[in-house]
């Protein structure tokens, strides 16, 4: 069985919707007879803040270093 790696993140992961949307796509795949590796990214608007709590939680971390 074929291996097929999908990615979804940012505004593909905006609103429910779209997070259903691309569970469609994966659910696709898979009946398409593919093994499917999903890696998901933070929502639309959620990477800054992410990266934010590092800053917060990590004492020693750099705001610079931490931004995507």
Do not use: C, D
Not at 17 to 26: D, F, G, L, N, P
Request: charged share 15%; no cysteine.
């Amino acid at each position: 069985m074929p291996y097929l790696v999908q990615k979804f993140g940012g505004t593909s992961l905006a609103t429910v919707a779209r997070i259903q949307r691309a569970a469609r796509y994966v659910q696709q795949e898979v009946k398409a007879g593919y093994q499917v590796v999903v890696v998901v990214l933070a929502m639309a608007g959620f990477t800054n803040q992410l990266a934010e709590w590092v800053t917060e939680a990590t004492p020693h971390s750099s705001p610079s270093r931490a931004r995507i």
